[in-house]
């Protein structure tokens, strides 16, 4: 009788943990940060480029700015490693293919490429 318990104890605790894994995938695939890698345009002229290590580029026209970037709080703080740029913090939203930027400055629609 013990080792059945203990069988159905073990097989509990396995699906448990199955399905704490696949929530915590689940989490990371569809996290702001996965959304928000990648390449987004506005109009082919201005650009952002995201990277996994918080890293990015701003490409406007033939110009490039190297940056970091946070998200924090459904916020997206920019901080340009040029000191001559100026560092930005956006509200953020997604919808499909889209990122819109929102700050005292305006909205601005960028997409997926």
């Given at each position: ?63 490039e700015y190297d940056f970091n970037y946070k998200l ?38 960028f997409t997926k490429k």
């Amino acid at each position: 009788m013990k080792k059945k318990r203990k069988f159905k104890l073990k097989k509990i605790a396995i699906i448990i943990c199955f399905f704490v894994i696949i929530i915590l995938v689940i989490k990371v695939v569809f996290s702001d940060k996965a959304k928000l890698v990648g390449t987004w345009t506005s109009d082919n002229i201005t650009i952002y480029e995201f990277y996994k290590n918080n890293t990015g580029k701003l490409i406007v026209s033939l110009n490039e700015y190297d940056f970091n970037y946070k998200l924090k709080d459904k916020y997206l703080y920019i901080d340009f490693e040029n000191d001559k740029s100026e560092d930005s913090k956006y509200s953020y939203l997604f919808k499909k293919n889209k990122l819109i930027l929102m700050n005292e400055k305006g909205t601005f629609t960028f997409t997926k490429k």
